[in-house]
Structures are given as C-alpha cells and as structure tokens.
C-alpha cells in the first residue's frame, strides 16, 4: 500500500487538486440543494473527504472520482484548487460500480439517473444477477427495468421505483397499445393497485 492508503486500520486523507479529478459518473443535482452544501462547506468546511482513484498512465498523476461529486463541485464553486480526498487503489470499471452503490446508499436518488447508471454497467458487461447483488435487488428486477429503459419508458421506470406503479403493472403497460395500456391502468386502478 502506498502512502495514500490505509495505516494501521486509519485511511490517510491527500489534498489532491481539483482540476484533476474526473467525474466519470456524473448526476443531475437538485440546484437549491446544491447551493445548501456549497454554503454550509463555506460555513463550517469539509465533513468528509471525497475518495478518488488514479488514472493510470497520467503525468501528472489525474484521478477517477470514486464518490462526492457534489462536495468536488462545491469547492469548484468556492473556487478551491484542491480538496482532501481518499486515495484508492481502483480500476475505472470498479469505480463505476462503487460510485452506483454509493448513489444507492443515498436516501434521495432520482431514479432515471440509477436506472442510467445499471443501463450504463450493463454496457460494460456486468449481468444483471452482479448488478443486482451491488445494489440489493435482485437480477430479473434489473432485468425487468433494463426491458422498459430499452423500450423508452422512462416515465413508467420513474413511476416504479417511486412507488406510484407496481412493476409488473408497469411491464404489462409497456407491452401493450395505447387502449391496453388504459385498460392495464384502469385494472390496476379498480384492483386498488394504485
């Protein structure tokens, strides 16, 4: 391990410059949110470190966010020029897969950008059972709100994951012409399903 790991069981916080880090999973931020958090880091400063990995073959050395794009764009914002990070020793594809479990911890995630992001690690080649496994649900949901994404129904995958729609209620209007997907909606309706 170098310098920039863990020591004894304690991770070793780097000041690393801003305009070195990419954002290789980068979301959408709610604007007022984002002002709070730049306000509160003017404030009081930082809580928590970013994390970060390096980028192979870069002189000088540039990094991978691995998590705490809003923190990162913050101090952007208050025009700092470095930030202290956690340095990991992490691949680009590991990154991706960290930075999706960490905006599944998230207790409010907009749920078009995870659902982008499994599209995105299916790119990659990951299965549905492993994307499953990292984010707690299992392989044939993945599978299920991958098939709507595929099929444009964005609206309906947004609908499900906030509770508004069972999936299969949602597969079943995805399947169907605008009259089946009226009387779906009107079934689930009069089954108290919605």
């Known amino acids: 391990m170098d310098d920039d790991q863990e020591h004894g069981g304690h991770k070793q916080v780097t000041m690393i410059p801003t305009d070195r880090i990419r954002i290789l999973n980068p979301r959408v931020r709610n604007?007022?949110?984002?002002?709070?958090?730049?306000?509160?880091?003017?404030?009081?400063?930082?809580?928590?470190?970013i994390t970060v990995a390096p980028r192979p073959g870069t002189d000088?050395?540039?990094?991978d966010l691995v998590c705490g794009q809003g923190r990162?764009?913050?101090?952007?914002?208050?025009k700092q020029t470095q930030i202290p990070a956690i340095v990991i020793?992490?691949?680009e594809s590991q990154c991706?897969?960290?930075?999706?479990?960490?905006?599944?911890a998230r207790r409010q995630h907009n749920p078009i950008d995870l659902m982008r992001e499994i599209g995105t690690l299916r790119q990659r080649g990951y299965s549905d059972r492993q994307i499953g496994a990292k984010i707690g649900v299992t392989g044939d949901y993945v599978g299920m709100i991958a098939g709507l994404l595929e099929k444009g129904e964005e609206r309906l995958v947004s609908a499900v994951e906030t509770g508004m729609l069972p999936l299969n209620l949602a597969i079943e209007i995805s399947k169907t012409d605008a009259k089946g997907a009226q009387d779906a909606?009107?079934?689930a309706y009069t089954q108290k399903k919605l």
């Open 60 to 63: 000088p050395t540039e990094y």
């Open 185 to 187: 909606l009107m079934d």
């Open 96 to 104: 991706l897969v960290m930075s999706l479990v960490e905006n599944c």
């Open 89 to 91: 020793d992490a691949d």
């Open 72 to 78: 990162l764009e913050a101090f952007i914002e208050l």
């Open 31 to 49: 604007r007022r949110a984002f002002e709070e958090m730049v306000a509160n880091i003017a404030s009081i400063g930082l809580k928590r470190p």
